[in-house]
């Protein structure tokens, strides 16, 4: 697509901002405003940074002139689609933060789409509530970017994707009409679900100013245990049990990574350290989330003895720990949600394990780009 270039534009768009402003007033505060930069490849104008826009004004505006616009929510995206590559207008929804409310009886939370993931986690926290899902950028990403990027995160495998959780959204289009597609209604069955097309949609088919969203009552308890294993094989077997046999319904994470993963995590970020007391190839996380501290903790403490035990020697479990508390729960957690900042920034050798495959070919298909980028 043929886009404006913004360097003839960027004066008669900075104006048509400060008179908007002028005649106006700012929006700072107010519903549905927006903040905006022009990028262009060798400058980038936020000199009217501390003014802001209905969204529909301004989206209206770019596409009568034809000026690309770029949606930006935390900027946490792993792939840079929050990033403009040409002259671009950046439309910031940090002024969107504002928490609308929730229906304590049916879960159902309402969020402006700047909001950033753990401030609405917190909040709902208070009222005994939580997000259906948990990423590590969750102290910059927004709720609008999560959707707008279908975020997986860490807790899928408890309360589905994103998508399922998705009960209403308004988007603003590109004309600035703007698309109410707010239902309040856990079971939805009326027409098409126009909604699904924008989940997902990395800001390309709209700009996701509102969410509505199915939240579930916060576990009283969490536990998190780590082993260390041999094979993709022995990880496979273990949750498989763990899921089937000792944790069942109360297992909401689990996460694998390599031996290379954990050295690049504590190169990065010093202060984290080898939870186990050998060296391994690969790990295993396995939280559980539940209502009995003493059972859900019994139920872990049975898997582990399992994996030591008679009954699952030749599995391929070496080692492994039992948080004994939240803080040390957590301790395990932070080498997981440090993994992607650690291989991004750990020396060149870029790979992941945050890649959606059939569990069969996941460990392999890593491997292989492993190979490939570090050698
Ligand atoms: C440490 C770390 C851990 C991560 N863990 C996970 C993980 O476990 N699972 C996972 O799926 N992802 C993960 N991610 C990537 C994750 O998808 C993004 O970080 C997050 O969802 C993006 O939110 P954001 O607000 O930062 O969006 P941005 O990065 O600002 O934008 C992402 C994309 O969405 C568009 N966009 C943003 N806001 C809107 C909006 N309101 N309306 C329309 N389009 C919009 C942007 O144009 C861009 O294309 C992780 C990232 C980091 C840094």
Redesign the pocket.
């Known amino acids: 697509l043929a886009f404006s270039k913004l360097t003839s534009l960027l004066v008669p768009w900075v104006d048509f901002i400060s008179n908007h402003v002028h005649k106006h007033g700012n929006f700072l505060s107010g519903e549905d405003s927006f903040s905006f930069c022009a990028h262009t490849k060798t400058t980038t104008n936020c000199s009217l940074d501390r003014s802001s826009l209905p969204s529909r004004v301004a989206r209206r505006y770019c596409n009568d002139q034809n000026i690309a616009v770029?949606?930006?929510?935390?900027?946490?995206?792993?792939v840079g689609?929050?990033i403009p590559v040409q002259d671009e207008v950046v439309m910031s929804?940090a002024r969107m933060q504002e928490i609308v409310g929730l229906d304590e009886v049916s879960g159902i939370f309402t969020v402006q789409?700047?909001c950033i993931l753990e401030t609405a986690n917190l909040w709902l926290n208070d009222r005994g509530f939580m997000m259906p899902y948990d990423?590590?950028?969750k102290g910059?990403?927004?709720v609008?970017?999560?959707?707008?990027?279908?975020?997986?995160?860490?807790q899928l495998v408890r309360y589905g994707s994103l998508r399922s959780k998705v009960v209403g959204l308004e988007?603003v289009l590109a004309d600035g009409t703007v698309l109410d597609l707010q239902s309040h209604v856990r079971k939805d069955n009326t027409g098409y679900d126009l909604k699904q097309l924008?989940i997902g949609?990395?800001?390309?088919l709209?700009?996701?100013?509102s969410v509505i969203l199915e939240v579930p009552i916060k576990p009283k308890v969490k536990n998190v245990m780590l082993l260390g294993v041999e094979t993709y094989d022995a990880a496979q077997q273990v949750l498989a049990k763990a899921r089937r046999e000792f944790c069942g319904e109360i297992v909401s994470a689990c996460e694998y990574w390599d031996r290379t993963c954990l050295e690049r995590v504590m190169h990065v970020f010093p202060t984290l350290r080898d939870p186990l007391t050998r060296p391994c190839p690969f790990y295993l996380l396995i939280e559980t989330a539940g209502s009995n501290a003493d059972h859900d903790y019994a139920k872990l403490e049975t898997l582990m003895e399992y994996a030591f035990g008679e009954e699952g020697d030749g599995i391929g479990v070496i080692d492994g720990i039992l948080a004994q508390d939240e803080a040390q729960g957590q301790t395990l957690w932070a080498i997981r949600?440090g993994i992607?900042?650690a291989l991004k920034d750990g020396g060149g050798c870029m790979y992941k394990y945050?890649i959606s495959l059939p569990i069969h070919a996941l460990d392999k298909t890593v491997q292989v780009r492993h190979e490939w980028r570090c050698g």
């Open positions: 770029v949606p930006q929510g935390g900027n946490t995206g792993l689609g929050s929804l789409a700047g990423l590590g950028a910059s990403c927004t609008g970017g999560n959707v707008a990027t279908n975020a997986g995160g860490l988007v924008f949609s990395e800001g390309s709209g700009v996701i100013t949600e992607p900042v945050d």
